[in-house]
């Protein structure tokens, strides 16, 4: 796997909030749990690349709202906050050495954090960063490669992807105060525990799931249902609204 990351930006006290308080953020220390993400996303066998900082763009770190990759294509998001849309550029140059790159356009919006991809179904989450125009041309650039969408009302939350991830092929980790099980009647459902709003957002890496360490009634869920977890320190990020498939766009080397 390779595993696209882009270091903190000195701006991240800027950072879009929309359900969390501000509160301060230690730049520094972001910056020191950043870099032990990727070194477990490393130890867990992926390749890293880091993309370079973008100083004047606090959300930059969060690479994986600007594209949507799957093993065939690369799919540039329009971010639905407005001062996230010039984070793409370089994650695009980044892209293109992979795969086929193709871009949403306006007026459609899409940010990663709200696509769940699990095998050939893709849930889109219906959230105020992503409209229905971004769902139906993301649609239509998956269709030819047999994926379906189908897309997911969410509540009290930023992304779909704060509400429920996978677990595996099969599986998946949801919060029920912010998404319907209905949609995921498919799959076996872990709930998170109730006093752990925000640990429904987990990274899925191989046969491990990496998961913020301040959830550990959530892990203690995940382990008796079997699930390798894997915790990291990521304070700073979650102030920033941010968790941990936020931090990283992990794509096969070779499709
Ligand atoms: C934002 O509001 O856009 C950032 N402060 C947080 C984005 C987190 N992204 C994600 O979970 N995919």
Redo the contacts with the bound molecule.
């Keep these: 796997m390779i595993a696209i990351t882009r270091e903190v930006s000195t701006s991240l006290a800027h950072?879009?909030?929309?359900f969390l308080q501000r509160s301060p953020i230690d730049v520094t220390l972001a910056r020191a749990q950043h870099r032990a993400y990727q070194q477990a996303l490393e130890q867990l066998g992926c390749t890293l690349v880091a993309l370079p900082t973008l100083a004047e763009m606090p959300?930059a770190v969060?690479v994986?709202?600007v594209a949507i990759v799957t093993d065939e294509v690369a799919v540039m998001a329009r971010t639905g906050?407005v001062s996230?849309r010039g984070e793409g550029a370089s994650a695009a140059a980044a892209l293109r050495a992979y795969r086929p790159v193709r871009t949403i356009e306006a007026p459609g919006t899409i940010?990663?954090?709200d696509v769940l991809r699990i095998g050939r179904r893709i849930f889109i989450g219906d959230s105020a960063r992503t409209n229905a125009d971004g769902t139906a041309q993301l649609t239509a650039i998956l269709a030819p490669f047999g994926y379906t969408v189908e897309r997911v009302p969410i509540r009290e939350c930023?992304?779909l992807?704060?509400a429920v991830t996978a677990l595996d092929d099969t599986r998946v980790l949801l919060q029920p105060a912010w998404v319907d099980a209905s949609a995921f009647s498919d799959f076996g459902i872990v709930e998170t525990d109730p006093s752990e709003e925000h640990a429904a957002?987990v990274l899925r890496v191989g046969t491990h799931v990496m998961s913020p360490a301040s959830f550990p009634r959530t892990h203690a869920r995940l382990r008796a249902a079997g699930v390798s977890v894997v915790p990291v320190d990521v304070s700073e990020i979650q102030r920033?609204?941010?968790?941990v498939?936020?931090c990283s766009i992990l794509l096969r080397e070779t499709a």
Excluded: I, P, Q, V
């Design positions: 950072c879009e909030l929309s959300d969060f994986e709202d906050a996230r940010d990663g954090g930023l992304h992807k704060s957002n920033a609204e941010g968790a498939t936020c």
